[in-house]
């Protein structure tokens, strides 16, 4: 995965967090690097007043650094902001971090020492994970993960490597790399970002998006299942309203449901369905916009340059910035959230028609055996456990109420946590669109010799190779939990057409 070059996409990210995909430095990066370098070694020569390089950080912006102070400053930098707290990320999610802060070094705007880029490369390549406690970052640079991220990079504080939590010291012997040492604002460099944000921002989005790719297939089988009436689905009606978010649900559905028997004439038995079925289109269509408009903040974010001073080589010029503020990412990802609670409240709601004989005219509980056998009836309290949950996440979290730094620092936007929460929704997500493929696929096996469209016999056939029918009574929640974690992993193969495509 080359950086430094042409743009990189959040799937870059995941395949380097993720899959271990090697990363490398472009060509273009060293003379950047060293463009910038240059501009900083100039201000230090000049003895200029600039943030991070001959001040102190936040509240201690009016100390200036006498110049044998600067050196040990930038260590004691790093290791006063590892005040991170709770449970450790996981090691795909520090991954994303490093990878997301390497891609930002790249852009030859921090003014960093140009050997400490290589040197985060050299973590990532060689497989030296740190330990990263989750919780002390408000969104506005993401300097306590950063700090603990790059304790490592300098011989101190704790790693993985090869499955084994060790010191940082010993990560880097075990993978023949030497400690970095870091020169005059190389601390604020490695640690003035939002890497936290935009990498496991990353991580999320693209699980959405594989989830919203087999939520769409698992609306279409339900449809299948329950004989809907699809005159909601006529293209004209969508062309009406004049909604991108209804007519990309219309395309996305339709596409799914192209060859059903559904739309041939008196195939349905009602004239209108619940709503649950009727708005699939418009809700859904309103998740994957969210998520477009996620994804499209999200890599200009990862793209982009959130330093603070930034430093512009063509001018010879170190500026204070606030390329640092992620209120648009956090107000996107919280729009994502509460789309997708909208589309798991629909969710839920068809899986209990399917189960209903007045509403779906199948065996109540899916069950041709009566009520010897409890099919999937408690399957009901999962769903419904799921979608409240992703309902809960989906409160937003609001910005920062409590000032810090001495009140210097005094709005933040919550970032990670929304970010977090996001990828917890996502995940929950994941388990009811399994939970609603396996019912409606039964209820499609109930219903007998039915004609499917193309998207729905895909996810009626992605069932079937994981998830038998429901004959007699078994445990079914390790069946719907593999299946879930097949759809984060992005294994059901139908991929979605952008929202702002041509009806």
Same mark, same amino acid.
């Given at each position: 995965?080359?950086?430094?070059?042409?743009?990189?996409?959040?799937?870059?990210?995941?395949?380097?967090?993720?899959?271990?995909?090697?990363?490398?430095?472009?060509?273009?990066?060293?003379?950047?690097?060293?463009?910038?370098?240059?501009?900083?070694?100039?201000?230090?020569?000049?003895?200029?007043?600039?943030?991070?390089?001959?001040?102190?950080?936040?509240?201690?912006?009016?100390?200036?650094?006498?110049?044998?102070?600067?050196?040990?400053?930038?260590?004691?930098?790093?290791?006063?902001?590892?005040?991170?707290?709770?449970?450790?990320?996981?090691?795909?999610?520090?991954?994303?971090?490093?990878?997301?802060?390497?891609?930002?070094?790249?852009?030859?705007?921090?003014?960093?020492?140009?050997?400490?880029?290589?040197?985060?490369?050299?973590?990532?390549?060689?497989?030296?994970?740190?330990?990263?406690?989750?919780?002390?970052? =408000?969104?506005? #640079?993401?300097?306590?993960?950063?700090? /603990?991220?790059?304790?490592?990079?300098?011989?101190?504080?704790?790693?993985?490597?090869?499955?084994?939590? @060790?010191?940082?010291?010993?990560?880097?012997?075990?993978?023949?790399?030497?400690?970095?040492?870091?020169?005059?604002?190389? #601390? $604020?460099?490695?640690?003035?970002?939002?890497?936290?944000?935009?990498?496991?921002?990353? $991580?999320?989005?693209?699980?959405?998006?594989?989830?919203?790719?087999? #939520?769409?297939?698992?609306?279409?089988?339900?449809?299948?299942?329950?004989?809907?009436?699809?005159?909601?689905?006529?293209?004209?009606?969508?062309?009406?309203?004049?909604?991108?978010?209804?007519?990309?649900?219309?395309?996305?559905?339709?596409?799914? =449901?192209?060859?059903?028997?559904?739309?041939?004439?008196?195939?349905?038995?009602?004239?209108?369905?619940? !709503?649950? +079925?009727?708005?699939?289109?418009?809700?859904?269509?309103?998740?994957?916009?969210?998520?477009?408009?996620?994804?499209?903040?999200?890599?200009?974010?990862?793209?982009?340059?959130?330093?603070?001073?930034?430093?512009?080589?063509?001018?010879?010029?170190?500026?204070?910035?606030?390329?640092?503020?992620?209120?648009?990412?956090?107000?996107?990802?919280?729009?994502?959230?509460?789309?997708?609670?909208?589309?798991?409240?629909?969710?839920?709601?068809?899986?209990?028609?399917?189960?209903?004989?007045?509403?779906?005219?199948?065996?109540?509980?899916?069950?041709?055996?009566?009520?010897?056998?409890?099919? +999937?009836?408690?399957?009901?309290?999962?769903?419904?456990? *799921?979608?409240?949950?992703?309902?809960?996440?989906?409160?937003?979290?609001?910005?920062?109420?409590?000032?810090?730094?001495?009140? @210097?620092?005094?709005?933040?936007?919550?970032?990670?946590?929304?970010?977090?929460?996001?990828?917890? #929704? @996502?995940?929950?997500?994941?388990?009811?669109?399994? !939970?609603?493929?396996?019912?409606?696929? /039964?209820?499609?096996?109930?219903?007998?010799?039915?004609?499917?469209?193309?998207?729905?016999?895909?996810?009626?056939? +992605? @069932?079937?190779?994981?998830?038998?029918?429901?004959?007699?009574?078994?445990?079914?929640?390790?069946?719907?939990?593999?299946?879930?974690?097949?759809? *984060?992993?992005?294994?059901?193969?139908?991929? *979605?057409?952008?929202?702002?495509?041509?009806?």
């Amino acid at each position: 995965m080359t950086f430094g070059g042409s743009a990189v996409a959040l799937a870059d990210i995941v395949a380097v967090a993720r899959c271990a995909a090697p990363v490398r430095l472009d060509v273009s990066v060293g003379p950047r690097l060293a463009a910038a370098r240059a501009v900083v070694d100039r201000a230090l020569g000049r003895n200029d007043a600039v943030y991070g390089l001959t001040t102190g950080l936040g509240a201690a912006v009016d100390t200036r650094l006498d110049a044998e102070q600067i050196a040990a400053f930038q260590t004691r930098a790093i290791r006063a902001r590892a005040v991170g707290v709770g449970e450790c990320m996981a090691p795909d999610e520090v991954r994303a971090m490093l990878a997301a802060r390497l891609a930002g070094l790249c852009r030859g705007a921090s003014g960093i020492s140009p050997p400490l880029v290589d040197a985060v490369a050299a973590l990532l390549n060689k497989g030296v994970t740190p330990r990263v406690r989750r919780i002390g970052s =408000l969104g506005e #640079a993401d300097l306590s993960p950063l700090a /603990q991220a790059f304790l490592p990079l300098i011989g101190e504080g704790e790693a993985e490597r090869d499955g084994a939590v @060790v010191s940082g010291a010993d990560a880097l012997a075990t993978a023949g790399l030497a400690p970095a040492t870091l020169g005059p604002k190389d #601390a $604020l460099a490695l640690l003035n970002s939002n890497a936290q944000s935009i990498g496991l921002a990353a $991580l999320a989005l693209v699980d959405l998006r594989a989830v919203l790719e087999a #939520a769409i297939l698992a609306g279409a089988l339900s449809l299948e299942g329950y004989r809907a009436n699809l005159s909601p689905l006529d293209p004209d009606l969508g062309r009406l309203r004049g909604l991108e978010g209804h007519a990309a649900g219309l395309r996305a559905l339709r596409a799914a =449901l192209d060859g059903s028997a559904l739309f041939g004439p008196g195939v349905a038995p009602r004239v209108q369905d619940p !709503i649950s +079925f009727r708005t699939l289109a418009p809700v859904f269509g309103c998740a994957l916009r969210a998520c477009e408009a996620a994804e499209a903040v999200a890599t200009a974010e990862l793209n982009g340059v959130g330093d603070s001073p930034v430093v512009l080589p063509d001018r010879d010029a170190m500026l204070s910035s606030v390329n640092f503020d992620t209120t648009e990412l956090a107000l996107a990802l919280e729009a994502a959230g509460l789309a997708l609670s909208h589309l798991a409240a629909i969710s839920a709601a068809r899986i209990t028609k399917l189960m209903s004989p007045g509403a779906s005219g199948l065996p109540r509980f899916l069950t041709r055996h009566g009520g010897s056998h409890s099919g +999937f009836a408690t399957t009901q309290k999962t769903a419904s456990a *799921l979608e409240a949950e992703i309902r809960h996440l989906a409160h937003p979290v609001g910005a920062l109420t409590v000032p810090v730094a001495d009140g @210097v620092e005094d709005y933040a936007p919550m970032t990670p946590r929304i970010v977090d929460k996001l990828h917890a #929704a @996502v995940r929950r997500f994941a388990r009811l669109v399994a !939970i609603e493929l396996v019912v409606a696929a /039964q209820a499609v096996d109930l219903r007998e010799r039915v004609t499917l469209g193309h998207g729905a016999a895909l996810a009626y056939d +992605f @069932v079937r190779a994981a998830v038998g029918p429901l004959g007699d009574d078994r445990p079914m929640g390790r069946e719907y939990e593999a299946l879930a974690l097949r759809i *984060l992993d992005g294994e059901l193969p139908w991929r *979605l057409e952008p929202s702002d495509a041509s009806a």
